[in-house]
């Protein structure tokens, strides 16, 4: 629960404090408005995630496999482009409150979220590994 209040925190902070500084992201509000825009972004990125992830399974199964070699190096070469899209969804959303001058500002901004999201995974599997080991034991 703390990985994600900070994961919150610092999506805001980058809103309030980094988004300004990038050349064609416009933010105008207080941190409210950040906490607000990160909390729409981190679900937004999740919905667009999920749909990728089945758009991509409905391709591998329905090509028997084939799309994965078109999915394969489209994923190595576009999961950076995720953050940006979820980015230009929430500017959608709040356009008093985030605009973005094109997409390569959008790209800017959501190589930051995609920073701050590899920065705050930490390990998902520790808990994992640990019942194995204690398992292990007995």
Not at 82 to 96: I, K, Q
């Amino acid at each position: 629960m703390r990985r994600y209040l900070l994961r919150l925190v610092l999506i805001a902070a980058s809103f309030y404090f980094l988004f300004p500084m990038i050349p064609g992201v416009h933010f105008h509000g207080n941190f409210i408005h950040a906490l607000l825009a990160g909390a729409l972004f981190a679900f937004i990125g999740w919905i667009v995630e999920v749909l990728a992830i089945a758009l991509s399974a409905i391709l591998t199964i329905g090509t028997l496999g084939m799309a994965l070699i078109i999915l394969g190096p489209a994923w190595l070469l576009g999961f950076w482009l995720l953050p940006a899209v979820a980015l230009r969804l929430v500017a959608d959303l709040m356009p008093s409150t985030l605009s973005f001058a094109g997409w390569l500002p959008a790209i800017g901004g959501g190589l930051v979220m995609l920073i701050i999201g590899i920065a705050t995974s930490g390990d998902t599997h520790k808990k994992v590994r640990k019942s194995k080991s204690a398992n292990a034991i007995l």
